[in-house]
């Protein structure tokens, strides 16, 4: 039975275009706005963060948090969609600007804690068990500024934390080699990996890969992915594109390099990614210069774009790429791949 894959995407890949040098450009959708988006684009899936559920949630009682939590539960219910996750937003704080779970100040890591179990509770009563951590802050500006050692125990200590605090959550680990910071602890799913199994209970930490992170690291997407779908570690993806190494672009999925895009589709599709419910998660951002009532367009298309690759994943001979490989023909193969991909 073919795999029929189930899409989500996160209320901030609908944004107003702002970027370090220019400020928006479009008005934003509000959230009701937005979640009424998703079945028209083909989404079934909806991935947060903690405030995108709840704003401002470090002012707010407990019972603040699990009222707003309802009522967008209620409004999820309404459109048919699924909470896929919830990430703790832990890099916009006051608190969070020397790291978070790794801040010299035990104060800070304290605070961090705090809100992600917060984070944990609005999971819950959303009905969601995949807890995502972007550790976009523990790192560094200067090597000397902390112990990278240190760090990976004050990680584990907040995961373990984390872990004994809820007894049915998965946390699944989004790596990135840099920005915001200049070098991150966590920079590859192998890192993230090692953490998993260090951690209290291997079998409840994992990964979410994205595609322009792993470049970023110099990788290659489908390798990475390959590498944790073998130890059934990858939970979530986030696919998008990337021109090369610069800042994070989160381009639409396949439109810089096709071929790279195929071969994630391929790694997905031949490890049966997705048969355990895992969702194919995009992050992906709209370019500035599009007009506000066409600034859904990047979704629309990546997931297409996913859908026509899975098209020439299923169909292309595999009976003759195992005739090229077995004469180590690679040459043969490489072109084989190229025409099909041609449609030739
Ligand atoms: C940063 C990211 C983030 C995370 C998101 C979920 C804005 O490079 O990719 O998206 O995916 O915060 O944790
Ligand atoms: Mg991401």
Same mark, same amino acid.
């Not at 048919?80 to 704080?93: C, D, F, K, Q």
């Given at each position: 039975?073919?795999?029929?894959?189930?899409?989500?995407?996160?209320?901030?890949?609908?944004?107003?275009?702002?970027?370090?040098?220019?400020?928006?450009?479009?008005?934003?959708?509000? =959230?009701?706005?937005?979640?009424? =988006?998703?079945?028209?684009?083909?989404?079934?899936?909806?991935?947060?963060?903690?405030?995108?559920?709840?704003?401002?949630?470090?002012?707010?009682?407990?019972?603040?948090?699990?009222?707003?939590?309802?009522?967008?539960?209620?409004?999820?219910?309404?459109?048919?969609?699924?909470?896929?996750?919830?990430?703790?937003?832990?890099?916009?704080?006051?608190?969070?600007?020397?790291?978070?779970?790794?801040?010299?100040?035990?104060?800070?890591?304290?605070?961090?804690?705090?809100?992600?179990?917060?984070? *944990?509770?609005?999971?819950?009563?959303?009905?969601?068990?995949?807890?995502?951590?972007?550790?976009?802050?523990?790192?560094?500006?200067?090597?000397?500024?902390?112990?990278?050692?240190?760090?990976?125990?004050?990680?584990?200590?907040?995961?373990?934390?984390?872990?004994?605090?809820?007894?049915?959550?998965?946390?699944?680990?989004?790596?990135?080699?840099?920005?915001?910071? !200049?070098?991150?602890?966590?920079?590859?799913?192998?890192?993230?990996?090692?953490?998993?199994?260090?951690?209290? !209970?291997?079998?409840?930490?994992?990964?979410?890969?994205?595609?322009?992170?792993?470049?970023?690291?110099?990788?290659?997407?489908?390798?990475?992915?390959?590498?944790?779908?073998?130890?059934?570690?990858?939970?979530?993806?986030?696919?998008?594109?990337?021109?090369?190494?610069? =800042?994070?672009?989160?381009?639409?999925?396949?439109?810089?390099?096709?071929?790279?895009? =195929?071969?994630?589709?391929?790694?997905?599709?031949?490890?049966?990614?997705?048969?355990?419910?895992?969702?194919?998660?995009?992050? *992906?951002?709209?370019?500035?210069?599009?007009?506000?009532?066409?600034?859904?367009?990047?979704?629309?298309?990546?997931?297409?774009?996913?859908?026509?690759?899975?098209?020439?994943?299923?169909?292309?001979?595999?009976?003759?790429?195992?005739?090229?490989?077995?004469?180590?023909?690679?040459?043969?193969?490489?072109?084989?791949?190229?025409?099909?991909?041609?449609?030739?």
């Amino acid at each position: 039975m073919a795999t029929e894959y189930r899409f989500s995407f996160g209320p901030w890949n609908i944004h107003e275009g702002a970027d370090p040098f220019g400020p928006s450009v479009r008005e934003a959708f509000d =959230f009701d706005e937005k979640v009424g =988006f998703y079945r028209g684009l083909g989404f079934v899936g909806i991935q947060f963060h903690d405030d995108d559920i709840v704003p401002d949630i470090d002012d707010k009682t407990h019972a603040q948090l699990m009222s707003r939590t309802k009522t967008v539960k209620a409004q999820l219910d309404n459109h048919g969609l699924t909470p896929e996750v919830v990430a703790p937003r832990l890099w916009e704080s006051p608190q969070t600007l020397d790291g978070a779970y790794t801040a010299n100040a035990a104060t800070e890591r304290a605070y961090a804690l705090e809100r992600s179990k917060r984070c *944990v509770d609005i999971a819950n009563e959303i009905g969601c068990k995949n807890i995502v951590l972007w550790l976009a802050r523990e790192g560094t500006y200067i090597r000397e500024s902390k112990s990278s050692s240190g760090a990976v125990g004050y990680i584990l200590d907040a995961i373990n934390a984390l872990l004994a605090y809820d007894a049915e959550i998965r946390i699944l680990i989004e790596p990135k080699p840099n920005e915001p910071m !200049d070098i991150a602890y966590i920079p590859t799913i192998g890192h993230a990996i090692g953490l998993a199994y260090a951690s209290a !209970d291997p079998g409840r930490v994992g990964g979410l890969i994205e595609s322009a992170h792993a470049i970023l690291a110099g990788l290659e997407p489908s390798d990475e992915m390959g590498y944790a779908l073998y130890h059934k570690k990858l939970w979530s993806v986030h696919l998008n594109d990337q021109n090369g190494l610069k =800042f994070d672009q989160d381009k639409a999925f396949g439109s810089v390099n096709l071929r790279r895009a =195929f071969n994630q589709v391929r790694v997905l599709e031949e490890n049966g990614y997705g048969r355990n419910g895992e969702f194919v998660g995009l992050d *992906v951002k709209v370019m500035r210069t599009q007009p506000r009532e066409l600034s859904t367009k990047h979704l629309l298309s990546s997931r297409r774009t996913f859908l026509n690759l899975l098209e020439k994943v299923r169909t292309y001979d595999r009976e003759v790429a195992q005739a090229f490989i077995a004469s180590r023909d690679y040459e043969g193969l490489d072109f084989y791949i190229l025409e099909h991909l041609l449609g030739k």
